[in-house]
């Protein structure tokens, strides 16, 4: 059960969300309250700004070397300047990503943690017809199709960012193209002890990590193709590099990878049927850890399949099914000279396997998992969902997620259990406060056998 601790930031919690409605409601706008109208801004300047706070409980947790039970309460904060002028602008967002309640042996790293620190810091020119066209340079975040490999974190406390340059290109028959060339910001501190305190050192990147890609989305051109105007069908296709090297300061797995796939989906519609197709390959090489004396470079070949099949409902609560299958490649074997466990970049997981916090045992590698989830909004501004699913490894001697459990003789199996995930998601004030609350109940096999339960209960403040 929750702590006194906890019961205090959960108070917290309630307090900050109930005076901020409060505010809101007194300030009697139509429509959301922003900053940028409330200080009056114009000629081309705005603000602003995201506050979630979150309380979260697990028990029964599953990753090797940690603490059977733990409730720790997280909140970040953002603030956004903008300035546009005609075809120009400027961006400096900053973030501030904290834990409170957390114990001396929770599990914590710099995804929950990232104290005050720069997230956005850069300068964009449109230009060409209409400014179709937008360079980028600085420091950014960015999303790219599903959000596998490359993602701004949405449920997670801290959010990935890059420096570097960004190009896009937006045609009027709706193709876009997307072209980066970065370096990825490493968060810091790293250590257990200045995360639990919640110290700030400055996020810097170096050219020991680069990531370059081009993406291009067609919804036109298999339609074309197969000469069907009436084809409902988008392709989206990708390539990433990503190159990383030792530094006097900093050991690294020495990764060389290319990452190349292609995505066919096709819009939901009531009583129809629409498909999620992603398929993605992966080359290269890498070392088998970070340890300074490891220096074997492993020949890299790994796969991920997505399948999803869905139904939409003509209900007014527009009951959505969606039958899931992921597939993401393990290593066969720990000493065999080759790497087979699927990389997942800088992408999320937490829209497929479940919340990343305190939880997240699921990666997107070495698994195996078919699943069905349901979608409902059976009442005005009350949205509701639930997952099932399965888990196997697909290389039973290779470890599994995150967790950190492995079996080297694989006798323990492939079949890792199942879990079903349930939320609750109230848009209390549209535009500016959401609450979400969700449970997720593990019965895990093989590498783990005591059921794992997870619960979270959060708000979300727009402003």
Do not use: C
């Not at 909140?75 to 903008?82: F, G, K, N, S």
């Amino acid at each position: 059960m929750p702590s006194i601790s906890a019961n205090s930031a959960l108070k917290s919690l309630v307090v900050s969300t109930t005076l901020f409605a409060l505010s809101v409601a007194a300030y009697g706008a139509e429509g959301p309250w922003t900053l940028s109208d409330a200080l009056g801004l114009d000629n081309g300047f705005t603000i602003s700004g995201e506050h979630q706070g979150r309380f979260e409980h697990y028990n029964g947790n599953v990753y090797a070397g940690a603490s059977d039970n733990d409730g720790v309460f997280f909140y970040r904060t953002t603030i956004d300047a903008e300035y546009k002028r005609e075809r120009f602008s400027a961006q400096v967002e900053v973030m501030d990503s904290r834990q409170g309640q957390a114990d001396r042996d929770t599990r914590l790293s710099t995804s929950h943690v990232d104290s005050l620190d720069i997230l956005q810091a850069n300068v964009g020119l449109k230009f060409g017809e209409n400014g179709a066209s937008e360079v980028r340079i600085g420091r950014f975040t960015q999303d790219w199709g599903t959000r596998t490999l490359v993602a701004r974190n949405r449920f997670r406390n801290t959010i990935n960012s890059f420096d570097g340059v960004s190009f896009t290109h937006q045609q009027a028959n709706g193709n876009e193209f997307k072209f980066l060339s970065t370096q990825p910001v490493r968060r810091t501190p790293r250590d257990r002890l200045s995360l639990l305190d919640n110290e700030r050192q400055a996020d810097k990147s170096s050219e020991a990590l680069r990531l370059h890609g081009a993406f291009a989305s067609l919804p036109n051109l298999l339609p074309t193709l197969l000469n069907n105007d009436d084809l409902n069908l988008n392709l989206e296709t990708y390539y990433l590099l990503l190159k990383e090297k030792d530094t006097r300061k900093l050991e690294t797995s020495n990764r060389e990878l290319h990452t190349f796939g292609f995505r066919i989906r096709s819009a939901a519609a009531p009583n129809t049927w629409d498909i999620n197709l992603e398929t993605i390959f992966q080359l290269g090489e890498r070392r088998g850890s970070s340890n300074p004396a490891d220096t074997v470079d492993l020949d890299h070949q790994a796969f991920h399949q997505r399948i999803e099949l869905a139904y939409s409902f003509d209900t007014p609560s527009r009951l959505r099914a969606i039958f899931e299958l992921n597939y993401a490649s393990g290593d066969n074997s720990p000493s065999d000279g080759d790497s087979g466990r699927f990389d997942t970049l800088f992408g999320v997981t937490a829209f497929e396997f479940g919340p990343v916090a305190l939880y997240a045992p699921i990666s997107r590698s070495n698994i195996i998992t078919p699943g069905i989830r349901l979608t409902a909004t059976p009442w005005k501004n009350i949205a509701l969902m639930a997952d099932y699913r399965h888990f196997w490894l697909d290389q039973s001697r290779d470890s599994w997620g995150r967790t950190g459990q492995r079996d080297i003789t694989g006798n323990s199996g492939s079949y890792m259990g199942q879990h079903i995930e349930l939320r609750v998601r109230w848009t209390a004030i549209p535009g500016n406060v959401r609450i979400d609350s969700g449970l997720i109940a593990l019965n895990p096999k093989g590498l783990a056998r005591d059921l794992s339960e997870f619960f979270y209960i959060g708000t979300k403040i727009d402003f």
